[in-house]
């Protein structure tokens, strides 16, 4: 939390921090008109040629028409992992799913251009997010439909929707192209889903990678233009989700300290809508994942405002985002452990922005599990005790095991505990000996024992008070 609240502490006092240089977009465009593919193309090369110590760049795949899908990765590559050892977190960013949302691509270019510009200006923000981070930032999914100023790709050849049989192929709209509910919001029509889920090779090759390279993404955020709104789950349920309380803890912390921008449940925000990447990323890979609606503005080709200034707003929630992905899952911690005999007590703070459920703490060695608690439920930024039975092993060490989020299909993450951070206290006796012990009179009997054995010795603890006296004579 320490880190969060300091954040949010250096956007109110600095909320427009001055930048090493104009992040938008240099040659061969100017700071007024939107990109085309191949100033894109020149651009993102520049980038990787120019800075190979954190940008790689490389192309996941081909537009329909055989344009690549450039994939821009940044992160402080003098480490394959944080200073501690532990892997770094994972941001995904897409942009351009439809080609006449300049503004949306432009946030995703410009999110990329800030901290390569800010690294090498030596901000200690962009230093401290990249040796920590991955971002993974693809910023134009939609090239033929970018160039030809047009919301769909530009695959003719397929009735837009066969289901709906319309006479003209539009082109496919790709974000009703996801496998997730695919075609399933009635009615369809306007929107041309293709011919399934993922007929399309944009998205094809935009979910293959989601599903190789960054399963571990703990925030995804996929940008258009059409309403100034950042939406999160779902589109298809009118419903919150099931991490609500992890999307209304950011939703405050952006309006409270950052931006007026609303921030709703898709469906309810704007209207019901199937198979979109944002639905997909939550629904299937489990990433808590918004839709950034950076503006209303999806008809011009260029912008009377500089767009480094139109969108400085919307970056700054963008850094909120990614400085704090670590905060948007579960995190917990083993804060106390007590075992009595066959009983076990721990206590367990969740540091994260996430609750999570079915959350166990397992005694294993190896890839077996001697012992595991019962399931247990973690709240957001809370702390759960816990008691559990049946604890009869040594020789293990301690796990923690649980999902990210409450959503079905977050990953489950196992964790050793670090038994460094934790007070354990252990007793042979367990809460039942105990009750055995009092019901046939052993207590008693012991401390009979003990009083006779202490009445014979001669002050056997006395040197803890001695310690005390000297220390008052000192005075
Ligand atoms: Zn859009």
Redesign the pocket.
């Known amino acids: 939390m320490r880190g969060l609240a300091v954040f949010l502490a250096f956007l109110v006092v600095a909320p427009s921090m001055a930048v090493a240089e104009q992040n938008w977009p240099g040659e061969p465009v100017d700071n007024h008109i939107f990109m085309s593919y191949a100033a894109l193309t020149q651009e993102v090369n520049n980038w990787a040629e120019d800075n190979p110590d954190i940008v790689t760049l490389s192309s996941i795949g081909q537009s329909y028409l055989g344009r690549e899908l450039w994939m821009v990765v940044l992160s402080d590559w003098s480490n394959e992992t944080k200073a501690n050892g532990e892997a770094k977190e994972i941001v995904y960013i897409d942009g351009g799913?439809?080609g006449n949302?300049y503004l949306?691509t432009a946030l995703a270019w410009l999110t990329a251009k800030f901290y390569i510009n800010e690294w090498n200006a030596g901000s200690e923000e962009a230093i401290t997010v990249l040796q920590n981070t991955e971002l993974h930032i693809l910023i134009m999914l939609n090239p033929d439909g970018n160039d030809a100023d047009t919301r769909h790709n530009l695959n003719l050849t397929t009735a837009a929707n066969p289901l709906v049989s319309e006479p003209v192929p539009t082109g496919i709209d790709l974000?009703r192209n996801y496998d997730h509910f695919w075609d399933n919001c009635s009615p369809s029509d306007p929107f041309a889903p293709g011919a399934g889920p993922f007929s399309e090779p944009e998205t094809k090759a935009n979910a293959e990678y989601m599903n190789t390279y960054v399963t571990d993404a703990d925030l995804y955020v996929t940008m258009?233009?059409?309403v100034w709104i950042i939406l999160y789950p779902w589109g298809k349920w009118p419903e919150q989700p099931s991490d609500w309380e992890l999307f209304h803890g950011i939703r405050d912390d952006v309006n409270e300290n950052i931006s007026d921008i609303p921030m709703q449940n898709a469906n309810q925000g704007l209207y019901p809508n199937c198979g979109t990447s944002r639905d997909y990323g939550y629904g299937v890979m489990g990433f808590p994942t918004f839709t950034f609606e950076t503006d209303d503005d999806q008809f011009l080709l260029f912008t009377f405002e500089d767009v480094n200034d139109r969108l400085s707003e919307e970056l700054d929630v963008m850094r909120y985002l990614i400085t704090n992905t670590w905060y948007w899952r579960a995190r917990l911690v083993v804060e106390e452990l007590s075992i009595q005999g066959e009983d076990v007590t721990f206590t367990v703070n969740n540091l994260g922005r996430a609750s999570t459920r079915n959350a166990t703490l397992q005694y294993v060695t190896g890839n077996e599990i001697l012992w595991e608690s019962d399931n247990f439920t973690a709240n957001a930024t809370s702390q759960a005790i816990v008691s559990s039975s049946g604890f009869d092993h040594d020789g293990g060490e301690w796990r923690l095991s649980y999902q990210k989020r409450v959503i079905h299909s977050s990953k489950f993450v196992n964790e050793t505990v670090d038994i460094a951070y934790t007070k354990i206290t252990t007793s042979s006796f367990s809460s039942s000996t105990l009750t055995w012990m009092l019901q046939v009179g052993a207590i008693p009997l012991a401390a009979l024992a003990f009083a006779f054995w202490w009445s014979r010795e001669e002050k056997p603890l006395e040197i803890i008070d001695n310690s005390t006296i000297e220390a008052e004579l000192l005075d």
Do not use: A, I, S
Request: no cysteine.
């Open positions: 799913h439809h949302e949306g974000n258009h233009t059409g």
